[in-house]
Antibody, heavy 121, light 108 residues
Framework: EVQLVESGGGLVQPGGSLRLSCAASGFTFSNYWMYWVRQAPGKGLVWVSR????????HDADSVKGRFTTSRDNTKNTLYLQMNSLRVEDTALYYC??????????????WGQGTMVTVSS | ENVLTQSPGTLSLSPGERATLSCRASQSVSSSYLAWYQQKPGQAPRLLIY???SRATGIPDRVSGSGSGTDFTLTISRLEPEDFGVYYC?????????FGQGTKLEIK
């Protein structure tokens, strides 16, 4: 079964750090671009970041640039999101998602169940 | 940034009726790189349509997408009770990827 499972969310104080993980299974992880998308409580979807299949290129939303870093370990079939200097407005459910086509830029066809990040003092 | 505006905000329809959801982009969407997702409460989004009009795996043919340029439409021809939820359009033709604010489809 093709699956993505996020972990690592929790409660953190403003200015703190957190690292999210997304474990992939059921497909050749190293072939696909991967994404992080977040959703604040009761709100819509917001793209956070993208990483290409070998991890050589990343692209971040302006709202997280310089604070968040996306990486991957293709030997462990795992995607990461390192979040530093967290702000209250980063509070959201964070989803990892897969690009629909191999090695390409496309819609997101597989999503994890999400991991909740709450930034509060 | 290509801003996507969805309408209506909420749609209340009965099973068997036809639903028409709109997504308008502030700039032309490259190569019709426009997708639609359904999200139910407590669940992750589910891909319905990609490339403006291609159905994703397992999506029934009563769900269809159309449009190009800046105007796109998702149509569900005969509503089933499981079609309730929030629908988002999403453009992936030019960075940053953007999503519409969503249309809530309520089943009467």
């Amino acid at each position: 079964e093709v699956q993505l499972v996020e972990s690592g969310g929790g409660l953190v104080q403003p200015g703190g750090s957190l690292r999210l993980s997304c474990a992939a299974s059921g497909f050749t992880f190293s072939n696909y671009w991967m994404y992080w998308v977040r959703q604040a409580p009761g709100k819509g979807l917001v793209w956070v970041s993208r990483i290409d299949s070998d991890g050589s290129s990343t692209h971040d939303a302006d709202s997280v640039k310089g604070r968040f870093t996306t990486s991957r370990d293709n030997t462990k079939n795992t995607l990461y999101l390192q979040m530093n200097s967290l702000r209250v407005e980063d509070t959201a459910l964070y989803y990892c998602a897969r690009s629909r086509v191999v090695g390409g830029y496309d819609a997101l066809d597989i999503w994890g169940q999400g991991t909740m990040v709450t930034v509060s003092s | 940034e290509n801003v996507l505006t969805q309408s209506p905000g909420t749609l209340s329809l009965s099973p068997g009726e036809r639903a028409t959801l709109s997504c308008r982009a502030s700039q032309s969407v490259s190569s019709s790189y426009l997708a639609w997702y359904q999200q139910k409460p407590g669940q992750a989004p589910r891909l319905l349509i990609y490339g403006a009009s291609s159905r994703a795996t397992g999506i029934p043919d009563r769900v269809s997408g159309s449009g190009s340029g800046t105007d796109f439409t998702l149509t569900i021809s005969r509503l089933e009770p499981e079609d309730f939820g929030v629908y988002y359009c999403h453009q992936y033709g030019s960075p940053p990827r953007t999503f519409g604010q969503g249309t809530k489809l309520e089943i009467k």
